[in-house]
């Protein structure tokens, strides 16, 4: 997705996107278990406005999906372990 076409998301995820890419070229297995906590800003807002954006978006949804992403972290660990 090319820069600056977020408008229509309120939360994207960039960093496992580079891991994953690195697995890809190596030939790697992977999964990824995340939760919400990476608001998508618009660049055209006060950085100050951004960063309460994000907080909000954290503040509400951040307890429940680290919770809930941590059960299923476990839950796949276990399932692999069979």
């Known amino acids: 997705?090319?820069?600056?076409?977020?408008?229509?998301?309120?939360?994207i995820e960039m960093?496992?996107?580079v891991i994953a890419q690195v697995c890809l070229q190596q030939g790697l297995q992977f999964?990824?278990?995340r939760?919400?906590?990476d608001t998508a800003q618009n660049a055209s807002l006060?950085?100050?406005?951004?960063?309460?954006?994000g907080s909000a978006v954290y503040d509400v949804f951040g307890f429940y999906t680290s919770y809930n992403g941590a059960l299923t972290a476990r839950a796949i660990i276990a399932a692999l372990s069979v």
């Open 46 to 53: 006060p950085a100050e406005v951004q960063g309460d954006w």
């Open 15 to 17: 960093d496992d996107a």
């Open 1 to 11: 997705m090319p820069a600056g076409s977020y408008d229509n998301f309120a939360v």
């Open 35 to 37: 939760n919400v906590s």
């Open 31 to 33: 999964t990824f278990v």
